[in-house]
C-alpha cells in the first residue's frame, strides 16, 4: 500500500561516485601534528590515518548501504514550500503493528508509528537554491510531511537543529496539530531580569546555601569547555559556509575529520566503530545535496537571529513538552533555568551526549514511552492513537 | 652571533608535486551555491570555478616560481630556539648599495607570505638620493613559506620574535628597525559597548562599522583556527581547491573596494601556501599557541613598546578604529592612506615607502633612530 505522492527510495549511490571517491582517497595527502597533540589541536593523525586506511581498504560501502536499506524503509516525495518552489524530501517511515500507536516525527519505535526526515540539504533530501532558508522553512517541511503522510495529528522528538525546528513547529502548528515536543537538547542561557528570582540566584551563587549542585557545576563547565573551545565549526559555518565547503566537497579527508571530531568530542565516550564513522561520514559525502548545503542552515538561522543569542532563548509553547538531559550534551543549564509552564516530563541521564538518539537509543525510548505511554504526563495527547490498541 | 652557515635558496618544486596538484584539480568536485549568493556566504562559486580552470590550463607555475627567484634573494639558516631546537629559517635579504642603509626586518601574517615584499623592495632598497635607503630582511615566519614549523606546543609569538630577532641578528644588524606589515589589531573588549560617536570623523566611524561587521562576519576562520587547527588541516592539506577558497576569501576581502589581484597573483599566492615546506595548516598554528597563551582577546591588547612607532591606516583594512584609541607616547608617525587593505605592501606599495621614507628620512620623526645607518651615504 503506497500513500500517494510517495516513492520508495533505496540508497544507491552510483558506481561513478565510489570509483571518484576510491581516486581521491588515493591521492589523499595528510597534515603534519605537534608532537604529543592528543586531542588539544582538533582530530588526531593517527585516528584519521587509521581512518583513511580503512576507508580505502577494507570498509564496505555496499554492505553498509544493504543494511541501511534493509533496517530503515525509506521514501521521498515533493514537498511545496512557500517562496521556495518544490523540495524532494527523503524519509524514514515505519509504522507500528498496533493501529493506535502515535504519529511521531523524529527530527535529527513499539507504540510509535515513526517518520525520521532528512532535512532539506541532508542525507537524501534535495536542498533549497534560494537564500533566507530557515527555521520556519525547516518545520513548514516537516509538518507538510507530516500531513502528507496522513497524521494530521502528531508528536515530535528532536535535539540540535532538531530541538529548533520541533520547537518550532510547535509554535507554528501546535496545539492543532503539533500536539507535544521532546527534546534532548533542553537548553538556556543565563536568566535575565525577566525572571528575577532565577536571576537573583545566579547572581549570588557563590553563596553557599544558594549554590549549585556538583552535577550543576559539572554542566556549566562543559558548557564553558565547549563555548571556549568547540564552537569554531560553529563560527565559520554561521558566516562563510560556502569557503568552508569547499573543502568539504572536495575531500574526503576534509569531510571525515570535520565530522569525527563532533563524533568523538559530542559523545559520552561511545565506542566508535570505523565502520560506523565511515558510513556516517559517507552519507554526508554522497548526500543528494552534498556536504555544503548541510552547513546554511547555521548562516541563515543566525542571519536569522539578527545579533540575538539562537540558543538561549526559553520560548513557552502551549503544548506539552518533554525532556531528556543528557551529562554529555553541549549545552547544559540547570534545570531551574529551563523549567516551562506545560513541561510534563523530565528525567535526568547519567550516561549519554549529544547524539542521545544514537548513543543510548533505550534510555531515550524509555523516556519517550514514560511521557506518552499510560500515566505519562503526554499520554492520549494525539486523538484515537495513545498508542495501544483499544 | 649565531654560528649556522647561510645557504643560498631558489624556490624549486618538484616536478611531482606539480603532477599530484593537477591530478587533484582534474578530480574536483565544486559545491553548488545558492542565487544570488554574491560574497555573502564565503568564496563565490564562479570566482572558484574559473581560478581552478585557469589553475589546470594557463597558469604556469615554473614562470612565477623563476619570477620570484629573480626578484628576491633568498636564503635559509638554521636558528636555534629555546625549548624548541633549531628551526631552518627561509628568508630574503637584499642589501642596498648605500653603505649606511637602515637595517628593516619585514614581517608578513596570515594568509601573508615572505613574497609580499617584493613590490616594496627595490623601492626600499634603491631609493633616490634624498630618501633613505634601507637594508631589507623579510623572512618567511616558522611553519609558513619555506621555513620549517615547531614540532612541540606553545611556540608563541616570543618564540616568533626571537626567531626574527635570532635572524637579524645572525645576518650583522644588531639593531634594526622592524615595522610590522600588518598594523596592531586593536579589538579592544567594550568595542561592543555603546560608545559614543560624537567627533569621530566620516572615516572612522566608517572604520568601526567595517571593523564591527568583520567581527561578525568575517572571524570565522578565527574561531577554528584558534581552537581546532588540526581538524581544519586535513581538507585544506588535502585539497588544493579547499586551500584556495579559504585564502582567496581573505584576499578579495582586502581588494573589494579597490584594484583586485589578478588570477597570476593569487595562484602564485596559493601555491606558495600549497607547497610550503611545512604544509598549509602548519601556518594555523600561530592562532592557537597564541590565543591559548594569552586569551582569545590576545590580539586585542595593546602592548606598551617603549621604541617609535609608525602607523600606516589604509581604509579597506579588517579592523580600522578610531585614532584616538590607538594613541601612545611612543606613537610618533602617523598616516593616512587614501586606498588599500590589509596586504598594503602589495596592493599600495608606493604609498607604503613614502610612509617609511617619511618616517624614517631626513625631516621624518625617525630620523637617525639607528646609530651610523641613517639611510643614506
Not at chain 1, 139 to 168: C, F, N, P, S
Not at chain 2, 148 to 170: D, R, S, W
Not at chain 2, 194 to 209: C, D, I, V
Not at chain 2, 324 to 344: C, D, M, R, T
Request: glycine content about 8%; hydrophobic content about 40%.
Amino acid at each position: 500500500m503506497s500513500i500517494q505522492g510517495e516513492t520508495p527510495f533505496v540508497i544507491t549511490v552510483p558506481h561513478e561516485q565510489l570509483s571518484l571517491l576510491s581516486q581521491k582517497l588515493a591521492l589523499t595527502t595528510l597534515p603534519d601534528e605537534i608532537d604529543d597533540a592528543r586531542w588539544d589541536y582538533g582530530a588526531p593523525l593517527a585516528d584519521i590515518t587509521r581512518l583513511v586506511n580503512r576507508w580505502k581498504n577494507g570498509f564496505d560501502w555496499r554492505k553498509q548501504e544493504a543494511a541501511l536499506n534493509a533496517e530503515l524503509p525509506q521514501f521521498t516525495r515533493d514537498i511545496a514550500i512557500e517562496g521556495y518552489g518544490t523540495l524532494n524530501i527523503h524519509y524514514v517511515h515505519k509504522k507500528s503493528q498496533i493501529k493506535g500507536a502515535i504519529p511521531l516525527l523524529f527530527v535529527h519505535g513499539c507504540n510509535f508509528h515513526v517518520v525520521a526526515i532528512s532535512l532539506p540539504g541532508y542525507g537524501f533530501s534535495t536542498a533549497p537554491s534560494k537564500k533566507g532558508f530557515e527555521i520556519p522553512q525547516y518545520a513548514e517541511v516537516a509538518h507538510k510531511l507530516m500531513l502528507a503522510l496522513g497524521y494530521g495529528e502528531y508528536v515530535t522528538q528532536g535535539g540540535d537543529w532538531g530541538y529548533r525546528i520541533t520547537r518550532k513547529i510547535a509554535e507554528l502548528y501546535g496545539p492543532k496539530h503539533s500536539k507535544a515536543w521532546h527534546t534532548n537538547f533542553p537548553i538556556s542561557g543565563p536568566p535575565t531580569i525577566s525572571r528575577p528570582l532565577l536571576w537573583l540566584n545566579h547572581a549570588l551563587s557563590a553563596l553557599p546555601f544558594l549554590s549549585y549542585s556538583k552535577r550543576e557545576i559539572a554542566g556549566f563547565e562543559r558548557t564553558v569547555w565547549f563555548q571556549r573551545w568547540g564552537r569554531g565549526y560553529f563560527a565559520e559555518q554561521t558566516t562563510r559556509p560556502q569557503t568552508v565547503g569547499y573543502s568539504l566537497t572536495d575531500s574526503p579527508v576534509g569531510l571525515l575529520a570535520w565530522i569525527y571530531e563532533k563524533l568523538v568530542e559530542w559523545t559520552d565516550s561511545y565506542r566508535w566503530d570505523d565502520d560506523e564513522v565511515l558510513t556516517w561520514v559517507s552519507i554526508y559525502w554522497f548526500s543528494r545535496a552534498g556536504p555544503t548545503a548541510s552547513t546554511r542552515i547555521y548562516y541563515e538561522a543566525f542571519k536569522a537571529a539578527d545579533g540575538k543569542d539562537m540558543f538561549s532563548l526559553v520560548v513557552h509553547t502551549k503544548i506539552p513538552v518533554g525532556y531528556s538531559y543528557f551529562p554529555k550534551e553541549l549545552v547544559i543549564s540547570p534545570r531551574s533555568w529551563t523549567q516551562v509552564p506545560n513541561l510534563v516530563f523530565q528525567a535526568e541521564h547519567e550516561e549519554g551526549g549529544h547524539f542521545a538518539a544514537y548513543e543510548k537509543p533505550e534510555i531515550l525510548v524509555g523516556d519517550l514511552r514514560k511521557m506518552f505511554g499510560k500515566g505519562g504526563g503526554a499520554f492520549g495527547v494525539v486523538k484515537d492513537k495513545n498508542g495501544y490498541d483499544a | 652571533m649565531s654560528a649556522s652557515t647561510e645557504s643560498h635558496f631558489s624556490i624549486s618544486i618538484p616536478d611531482s608535486q606539480l603532477e599530484l596538484l593537477q591530478r587533484k584539480l582534474s578530480l574536483v568536485v565544486f559545491p553548488d551555491e545558492l542565487e544570488d549568493a554574491g560574497t555573502a556566504y564565503g568564496a563565490p562559486l564562479s570566482d572558484i570555478k574559473r581560478l581552478v580552470s585557469y589553475w589546470q590550463n594557463g597558469y604556469d607555475w615554473p614562470t612565477h616560481e623563476a619570477a620570484l627567484n629573480a626578484e628576491l634573494p633568498q636564503f635559509t639558516r638554521d636558528i636555534p630556539v629555546d625549548g624548541f631546537g633549531s628551526l631552518n629559517i627561509h628568508y630574503v635579504h637584499k642589501r642596498s648599495a648605500v653603505e649606511h642603509a637602515i637595517p628593516l626586518l619585514f614581517v608578513h601574517g596570515w594568509p601573508g607570505c615572505f613574497f609580499e615584499v617584493r613590490k616594496i623592495l627595490p623601492l626600499l632598497v634603491d631609493a633616490p638620493q634624498e630618501c633613505p635607503s634601507f637594508h631589507v630582511v623579510a623572512l618567511s615566519l616558522p611553519g609558513f613559506g619555506f621555513s620549517t614549523a615547531p614540532t612541540k606546543k606553545g611556540f608563541a609569538l616570543n618564540q616568533y620574535a626571537e626567531v626574527a630577532h635570532k635572524l637579524m641578528l645572525a645576518l650583522g644588524y644588531d639593531q634594526y628597525a622592524p615595522p610590522s606589515h600588518k598594523r596592531p589589531l586593536l579589538l579592544i573588549s567594550h568595542l561592543l559597548s555603546y560608545l559614543p560617536f560624537l567627533g569621530y570623523t566620516e572615516r572612522e566611524k566608517a572604520g568601526l562599522a567595517r571593523s564591527l561587521d568583520f567581527l561578525m562576519t568575517g572571524s570565522g576562520y578565527f574561531a577554528i583556527q584558534s581552537t581546532r587547527p588540526q581538524t581544519l588541516s586535513y581538507g585544506i592539506t588535502d585539497s588544493p581547491v579547499g586551500l584556495l577558497a579559504w585564502i582567496y576569501e581573505k584576499l578579495a576581502a582586502s581588494v573589494e573596494d579597490g584594484k583586485p589581484f589578478t588570477d597570476d597573483e593569487i595562484l602564485t599566492w596559493i601555491s606558495i601556501y600549497y607547497f610550503s615546506r611545512a604544509g598549509p595548516a602548519a601556518s594555523f598554528r600561530i592562532y592557537y599557541e597564541v590565543t591559548k597563551l594569552e586569551g582569545l582577546g590576545a590580539l586585542a591588547t595593546q602592548e606598551s613598546t617603549t621604541i617609535p612607532l609608525g602607523h600606516s591606516y589604509f581604509p579597506n583594512e579588517a579592523i580600522s578604529l578610531p585614532r584616538s584609541w590607538y594613541k601612545v607616547p611612543n606613537l610618533i608617525f602617523e598616516s593616512e592612506q587614501p586606498s588599500g587593505g590589509h596586504f598594503a605592501a602589495i596592493e599600495e606599495p608606493e604609498a607604503l615607502v613614502a610612509d617609511l621614507r617619511a618616517m624614517f628620512g631626513k625631516a621624518g620623526p625617525a630620523f637617525g633612530v639607528i646609530e651610523g645607518k641613517s639611510g643614506f651615504t
